[in-house]
């Protein structure tokens, strides 16, 4: 005997729509404060890799400086000379309008000995009188390997601030003095 609830069946099974498995749960999905975090991670990496890739550029004239000075030939008779230009390029290129680059003999070796730190002065080589080094026919080996080995040492450790500062201010006093007598 049918009842009326097996004949109701097939048409209710019929109204019915198709059933559709929900979607997989996935254990991927993060939290924002995840995604927060890991673009915060992500700025600070590329904050960083820009600092360091910055400080490579700005140490790039110093790392060739050391390189040519390495592969300068100290036998030359006019080594001194090829030292003492390259020092100069070096410092063109960290201040174009720095008043040492027009020094020459004495006035050059005390820029040297100044502008090196105070902690690097003890382990200094004794600096040849570089007037007599520069003009000599034939100068002696040793003084010039004393005078590379100052100028790597110089390329290294050499405070170029304090000559800036100094710098600056006698341009403002140059400024001021020129706009005095403009009135």
Same mark, same amino acid.
């Given at each position: 005997?049918?009842?009326?609830?097996?004949?109701?069946?097939?048409?209710?099974?019929?109204?019915?729509?198709?059933?559709?498995?929900?979607?997989?749960?996935?254990?991927?999905?993060?939290?924002?404060?995840?995604?927060?975090?890991?673009?915060?991670?992500?700025? @600070? !990496?590329? &904050?960083?890799?820009?600092?360091?890739? #910055? /400080?490579?550029?700005? $140490? *790039?004239?110093?790392? =060739? +400086?050391?390189?040519?000075?390495?592969?300068?030939?100290?036998?030359?008779?006019?080594?001194?000379?090829?030292?003492?230009?390259?020092?100069?390029?070096?410092?063109?290129?960290?201040?174009?309008?720095?008043?040492?680059?027009?020094?020459?003999?004495?006035?050059?070796?005390?820029?040297?000995?100044?502008?090196?730190?105070?902690?690097?002065?003890?382990?200094?080589?004794?600096?040849?009188? @570089? !007037?007599? &080094?520069?003009?000599?026919?034939?100068? #002696? /080996?040793?003084?010039? $390997? *004393?005078?590379?080995? =100052? +100028?790597?040492?110089?390329?290294?450790?050499?405070?170029?601030?304090?000559?800036?500062?100094?710098?600056?201010?006698?341009?403002?006093?140059?400024?001021?003095?020129?706009?005095?007598?403009?009135?």
């Amino acid at each position: 005997m049918a009842t009326p609830n097996t004949a109701a069946q097939p048409q209710a099974l019929a109204q019915l729509a198709d059933i559709q498995e929900p979607l997989l749960v996935n254990d991927w999905y993060l939290a924002p404060g995840w995604w927060l975090l890991a673009a915060l991670a992500l700025t @600070l !990496l590329w &904050l960083l890799s820009r600092k360091y890739r #910055q /400080q490579q550029l700005k $140490q *790039a004239p110093k790392r =060739f +400086a050391l390189k040519a000075l390495a592969a300068l030939d100290k036998g030359a008779a006019d080594a001194p000379a090829q030292i003492t230009a390259l020092l100069k390029r070096w410092l063109l290129s960290q201040n174009p309008c720095h008043p040492a680059l027009s020094y020459s003999g004495e006035a050059w070796r005390q820029f040297l000995l100044k502008s090196l730190q105070n902690r690097q002065k003890t382990a200094v080589p004794t600096l040849p009188d @570089l !007037l007599a &080094l520069h003009y000599q026919r034939s100068p #002696q /080996q040793t003084e010039i $390997q *004393a005078y590379a080995d =100052f +100028a790597a040492l110089w390329l290294q450790y050499a405070n170029l601030e304090q000559y800036a500062d100094q710098h600056k201010a006698a341009a403002e006093k140059t400024k001021l003095a020129k706009g005095a007598t403009d009135v």
